[in-house]
């Protein structure tokens, strides 16, 4: 059985966002809302791609005021990789360790599907020099049984490093791709939300953001 047949998913500005066909409309545009006003509050004051954890830190903090409780940690060190191919794996392993199989699933389906899709060289493209080389946040959600909404926000950067040296017959070119990864698990509180859905809703309306667009799987 194709466990994503009946997924929908969106890509909202760097993040691909997927539901599980147990969340009703109106509790997926509250999560859509809600990590679209988390984006545009972090990126007022960072760069991601140059900022990335302090991004990150700003983005998880308005996911906390507006209904977000954290389960669970993701604590990975910075690790040096040779490919983006890579990073599938590691998501699965990274996202076993905080969540339930289905969701270390759907961050590793959703890294695959945007490294195929026209939007990969947003995230995945192979720079000459050395920078931000990828920003990219996958954020699966689920409904248990009990009706509890659940997110995991997979968030990674990878910088890239290179270094040249020149010899008399050849040139000698070392890239080091190196993977920070940062997220959790999290419970979502509509109640605590709906004490900000009104600001938040009025909040978009000013922002300048990337639309929302539905994202096949």
Known sequence: MNM????????????????????????????????????GFASKSYDSRVHWKSWMDHYRNRLEKHGCQQLSLITEQPRVITSAKELQSIAATVVGDVGTVALANRV????????????????????????????????????????????????????????????????????DMVLRVVGGLYRF??????????????SLKSMTLAHVKAFQL
């Open 4 to 39: 994503n047949a009946q997924l929908e998913a969106y890509l909202a500005a760097n993040a691909l966002v997927t539901f599980d066909p147990g969340l009703a409309q109106a509790e997926r545009q509250d999560a859509l809302d809600m990590l679209m006003h988390a984006h």
């Open 189 to 202: 509180d509509r109640g605590v939300y709906a004490n900000h859905r009104e600001s938040i809703s009025q």
């Open 108 to 175: 590793t389906t959703a890294i695959g599907r945007v490294r195929k899709s026209q939007y990969a060289d947003r995230f995945f493209s192979n720079g000459k020099s050395g920078g931000g080389l990828s920003d990219f946040l996958a954020v699966p959600w689920e409904k248990e049984r009990s009706g509890e909404l659940l997110l995991l926000v997979f968030g990674m950067n990878i910088s890239l490093s290179v270094e040249t040296r020149d010899f008399d017959f050849w040139t000698q070119t070392q890239r």
